[in-house]
């Protein structure tokens, strides 16, 4: 299989994956999950799909996120056989994607070192 193929695939789960948490996942422990990332092996057997949950950021809720949608992985998966033309759907692995969180936090700490140096320079020139 080629890799374009495997990504267009992984491209439409993506896709049709945020459609069924918008519309069928009424879990309240998931808040709103999206997913950020799919990767499908170049055989199409196997898909590892990167979720978000917004509003949760305690390790302790995201891990419950993650195991209500991981308990959900044979109800998605036939949802995705419904909606798409493939002969088998592949298998479907959820990993929490700590990339928006990360960046979240980078770009705090960028604000905070900011104005820490905003202040150095307004105090020096008190001094002056």
């Known amino acids: ?3 374009a ?3 267009r695939v992984a491209d439409q789960i993506q896709r049709e994956l945020a459609l069924v948490f918008q519309r069928e996942m009424k879990d309240p422990r998931l808040g ?3 997913v950020s990332a799919v990767e499908v092996s170049s055989d199409l ?3 590892k799909v990167f979720v978000t949950f917004l509003g949760k950021d305690e390790q302790e809720q995201i891990d419950e ?3 209500v949608v991981r308990g959900a ?3 998605l998966r036939s949802q995705l056989a419904k909606e798409m033309r ?3 759907v592949p298998a479907l692995r959820f990993f929490y994607d700590k990339s928006i969180q990360e960046g979240q936090r980078m770009s705090s700490l960028i604000d905070k070192a900011l104005s820490e140096d905003k202040q150095k320079a307004s105090d020096q020139d008190d001094q002056s």
């Open 86 to 88: 493939m002969r088998s």
């Open 65 to 67: 996120a993650l195991e």
């Open 5 to 7: 193929r495997a990504n």
């Open 73 to 75: 992985a044979g109800f």
């Open 45 to 47: 057997q196997n898909a």
């Open 1 to 3: 299989m080629s890799q």
């Open 32 to 34: 709103i999950a999206t």
